[in-house]
């Protein structure tokens, strides 16, 4: 038997987090026959569905490794960032269990934007020339020396929120100082990247790649791309309009070189790295590093995977990923629209019930803001369900998604109407390289 392929045994799978991420990530893994019993703590009101559910405080790395050790688990499966940069998968290690995620130092790529510059300048990575500010007067004089559209981000986690692309200086040097009033702050000012953005994720052992699907994220809360960032407001996959050969190109200007230097400096990352790239007129250009999953990418990507999960994941956490044979895929297309609660990406209404109609064959609805009150499914979140839905195209599996997204009940809930519409009508293109932004 080959190191890794917990196909061929039972395993006993811990997914930590309480998200659509984790929804998704434990609907692929009860699908997976070698998984004999899966937990998902603390979970959320549709974990339960496939999951047994367990109390967690997944900010806590004694309290995951505790559960761990407690269940007698064989992985345990990290999936929010926040617990992957506090330490959740070392203290995971540190009591002899294998666990999917990066250590908390490898996770800084996502956890600090300007540990990830300096990581991407040392490995040669194509991304924005930036500037990390720790004062407004230093942000000001960093935005006075671009041309709009200025892009300011939060150094540290901020939910896919931290960032403001603006053509507005003043509105731009607001946001930076409101960034670093809080103590020990600093924000990273960049270049624009023009081009449209992709999401590739791949998974990896600290040395072995592997590429899956990519995606295409939707942030802006309103259709057309208006309105503040969000964590995600729906995504699809794959990419029709994606050039042949970019994902080859990708692993070797971005993903292995960051592997290669992550590992030279004594903290080799393990996990999902997720490289979010703007398609330039230069080539990739790498926009953000995330250090898990992403939400709402994995809730599409893993709808399409066809190699059972489990066996993936443990070869990542044990170090056999290059004797794994190649990632399956169901043939056709995933897409995914978030239904949120009133009033996000600001402060959401909670407490309101969700009622989930009759649903489409092919459709998924994966749960994240949602809690059980008195026996019913009410809001806890902002982004509250995850509409999922694959078809033999991109229009089917568009259409399927919406009719689910229909069938959804809530006082105030909301999604946008377009998602994946542009690639469906053939409006995305990639700038020809040489070409002016």
Known sequence: MLPGLSNLVPVKVLVVGPGAREHALSLALSRDPAVSHLICAPGNAGTTDVAEAMPLDAADPAAVAALAVAESVDLVVVGPEGPLVAGAADAVRAVGIPVFGPSAAAAQLEGSKSFAKEVMAAAGVPTAASDTCVTGDEAAAALAARQPPYVVKADGLAAGKGVLVTDDVVAAENFARDVLSATGARVVIEDFLDGPEVSLLAVTDGTTIVPLLPAQDHKRVGDDDTGPNTGGMGAYAPLPWLPAGTVDLVQKTVLQPVIDEMARRGTPFSGVLYAGLAMTSRGPSVVEFNCRFGDPEAQVVLALLKTPLAGL?????????????????????????????????????????????????????????????????????????????????????????????????????????????????????????????
């Open 313 to 437: 994941l443990m070869a990542c956490a044990d170090g056999t990923l290059a004797v794994q044979p190649p990632l399956e895929w169901q043939p056709g297309s995933a897409v995914t629209v978030v239904v949120a609660a009133e009033g996000y990406p600001g402060t959401p209404a909670a407490g309101d019930q969700v009622v989930v109609g009759d649903l489409p064959a092919e459709v998924a609805v994966l749960h994240a803001g949602t809690s059980v009150v008195a026996g019913d499914v009410v809001t806890s979140g902002g982004r509250v369900l995850s509409v999922t839905a694959t078809g033999s195209s991109l229009a089917a599996a568009r259409t399927k998604a919406y009719e689910g997204v229909d069938a959804v009940r809530i006082r105030g809930g909301f999604s946008r109407r377009d998602i994946a519409a542009k690639a469906v009508r053939g409006e995305i293109s990639v700038p020809s390289q040489g070409s002016e932004p």
